[in-house]
């Protein structure tokens, strides 16, 4: 039995009770559970009747391993009585637990919030373009020569620019210190890879040549024992290199592709990058229709769910940072910030995710968009190709929970879709001409 208090900002309060019968049924459970605890003299260990442990511990003995087994259950189905979703564990407090009364208590819990739905259907959205110029493919293959490219000796003095061999040999106060030397060292001047102020002192050294170069750490290098310290590098030079471009032909498009001209390349380029363009129109269209809807929506919410979304974006940070061996405690170090500064800086768009969610979840409940059967098989199927195992091996791998989430996703994807094909799309408007200046 329970009833229910609502409270400000999506709080429920329920009183459960459990009657007298069910929490005995529940104090002899955990008696049996935990009996062999009990070390009772003149009887074995773990063979103490239950009446012999209550009168040397109290009737309450088991009352708290009683209350474990009988409140969930009983929480569950108030939540199931009252059609609640709750985003948070519950705040429990027992009033009242008594062989003879049974059990009473009250569970506050967070719930999901309303979201107050604004206009989805025919907003208007200035559209998005994505196209592919000439310029744009010219670019791409630009890019490929600059990796198809080889470094060639010149005999002259350094210039911007260049890349340079060379060696060297920091010392600070008079002392070496750790990662100051190296030998045959390659450098594009220019590049901005070195401290600021070592780049520019290079150029036009030559060949052979050796000297001091003076600089000053950065205030924020990431190793403070370095940080804002003068520093003297001893450097030589051992090789002047410049850049060459292969050809742009027919053999550069051979030796890069398997295509046999560049025209072919060109085509092959502009063809994916179209391809690209109509993902990232799509993309830009779904983000634009979403924020719109989300714009009309009013929701309030909760602290919990914006703190479990922000964990979220935390351990994906960590994880593609460990994917280069850094952590993320490492990382605030190098970018001079701390976990809880991160952690804030993300409140906002964790909050944007989550009321895209909620907004996402509630226009698919109001025009009743459902994952059928047969769209959930074609998604496992989908996902086991991917994964290159049969379908059948892939179901093995999946918990209810695995499909919950799968026909969240697949009704989610119907949603924005029905969103975006009811939404009118405008020309983008054009810049205002800037004014001419007044005559004088």
């Known amino acids: 039995m329970a009833t229910i208090e609502r409270k400000e900002h999506n709080i429920a309060k329920l009183t459960i009770t459990v009657d007298a019968d069910t929490f005995a049924a529940a104090v002899q459970q955990a008696y049996v559970k935990t009996a062999k605890h009990y070390n009772i003299p003149g009887f074995r260990k773990g063979h103490a009747p239950r009446k012999v442990i209550e009168n040397m511990y109290g009737e309450g003995v088991f009352f708290e391993d009683a209350f474990e087994i009988v409140w969930g259950d009983a929480y569950d189905a108030a939540l199931e009585e009252f059609e609640l979703s709750a985003v948070d564990k519950p705040s429990i407090d027992i009033e009242k637990i008594s062989l003879a009364e049974g059990v009473a208590y009250t569970a ?48 002259r003095a350094v210039e911007n620019g260049d890349r340079v061999i060379l060696d060297y040999s920091g010392s600070v106060d008079g002392e070496k210190f750790d990662g100051g030397t190296a030998e045959e060292q390659p450098l594009v001047i220019g590049s901005g890879t070195f401290i600021p102020g070592f780049e520019e002192q290079m150029v036009g050294m030559s060949i052979g040549e050796e000297k001091d170069i003076t600089v000053t750490f950065p205030e924020e290098y990431h190793a403070p024992d370095l940080a804002g310290k003068e520093a003297v590098f001893h450097v030589k030079v051992r090789e002047v290199q410049i850049k060459e471009l292969p050809a742009l032909d027919d053999e550069f498009a051979k030796d890069v592709s398997e295509f046999d001209t560049l025209d072919e390349l ?58 280069s061996g850094i952590s993320l405690e490492d990382y605030c170090k190098f970018s001079g910030t701390d976990l809880d500064a991160m952690r804030e800086s ?27 059967d047969e769209e959930l098989d074609a998604d496992v199927a989908a ?31 119907k949603t924005i879709a029905l969103i975006v094909d009811n939404a009118v799309f405008t020309e983008p408007k054009e810049a205002p001409a800037a004014e001419a200046p007044a005559a004088e």
């Not at 604004?118 to 196209?131: C, F, S």
């Not at 179209?274 to 779904?286: C, Q, T």
């Not at 996902?383 to 989430?405: C, G, I, M, P, W």
Request: with cysteine.
């Open 266 to 323: 060109k085509a092959d380029k502009r063809e994916k990058m179209e391809a690209r363009a109509a993902e990232n129109e799509k993309a830009a269209r779904e983000n634009l229709c979403i924020k719109a809807v989300c714009d009309n929506a009013t929701v309030e919410i909760p602290a919990v769910m914006t703190d479990r979304q922000v964990n979220y974006m935390m351990q994906d940070i960590a994880y593609r940072l460990s994917m």
């Open 383 to 413: 996902y086991a190709e991917q994964n290159n195992t049969s379908v059948e091996e892939f179901r093995k791998q999946l918990k209810e929970d695995d499909y919950d989430y799968l026909r969240d996703r697949k009704t989610a994807e």
């Open 108 to 155: 506050e819990v967070q719930l999901k919030p309303e979201v107050v739905l604004g206009a989805y259907k025919g907003i208007e959205v200035e559209k998005p373009t994505y196209t592919v110029e000439d310029a744009d493919v010219e670019r791409e293959i630009e890019q490929e020569r600059e990796k198809n490219a080889r470094f060639v000796g010149v005999e």
């Open 346 to 372: 993300y409140k906002p768009e964790a909050e944007n995710r989550v009321k895209m969610q909620l907004v996402i979840e509630a226009v698919g409940k109001a025009e009743n968009v459902t994952c059928t």
